[in-house]
């Protein structure tokens, strides 16, 4: 994996190259297969933060990534908050000149049954989420603000859709789903009056 993404790196210049992901389990374990590089199907675009955005195969993680070292001076992992590769990825992308997807799986997750992901969605779960838009709210208003109507389409109105079902999805508590949308209706409304949302965007079904 790593070999030929440093290959489609210097070949493409690239700041960034992303491959595809194959998810798997202890119960399914997918043997290496070897990668003919001459064969990779490579895409690259030139505006890595729309990419991001409007492509569904480039995933909000940082794994599968190779990024050159002097991207990331300056960029941290925000501390003590759960979903902090949101907020990350944004900023990554926005300082990228480019990035090269690979159309092919080069990048095994796994996927642990007890895992952080795969556990109830709870309040203080609901709590970061919103707190990571707001960072990404707060870092594009400064540093991209003539992409805001997007960021807000693309990154902002999804996230709250999908904070939303996974409450309803990954909790089945129905107290503890009333308190989280409780919260939820307390920020949405004032994410709404700082036109963080748009009630015409947030529609429950999400893919």
Not at 29 to 49: G, I
Not at 117 to 126: C, D, L, R, W, Y
Request: hydrophobic share 40%; with cysteine; proline share 4%.
């Amino acid at each position: 994996m790593f070999f030929c993404m440093l290959e489609v790196m210097e070949r493409e210049r690239a700041d960034i190259v992303n491959c595809l992901i194959s998810k798997t389990s202890a119960a399914a374990v997918h043997p290496l297969q070897s990668v003919k590089k001459d064969r990779l199907k490579v895409k690259v675009y030139k505006d890595p933060l729309k990419a991001f955005m409007e492509e569904r195969r480039i995933q909000t993680g940082s794994y599968a990534r190779l990024y050159k070292k002097k991207l990331l001076e300056g960029i941290r992992f925000e501390p003590k908050v759960r979903y902090e590769d949101i907020p990350f990825a944004v900023q990554v992308m926005n300082k990228a000149k480019s990035l090269a997807l690979v159309s092919e799986p080069l990048y095994f997750y796994f996927q642990h049954p007890e895992s952080f992901i795969h556990q109830p969605f709870t309040e203080e779960k609901a709590r970061d989420y919103f707190k990571v838009m707001r960072l990404v709210w707060e870092y594009c208003q400064k540093n991209c603000p003539e992409r805001m109507c997007v960021v807000r389409r693309f990154i902002l109105n999804s996230r709250f859709k999908m904070l939303t079902n996974q409450t309803v999805r990954r909790q089945k508590d129905k107290d503890i789903q009333r308190r989280i949308f409780d919260l939820v209706q307390t920020n949405v409304r004032e994410m709404y009056q700082k036109k963080m949302l748009s009630y015409e965007g947030l529609k429950l079904k999400h893919k």
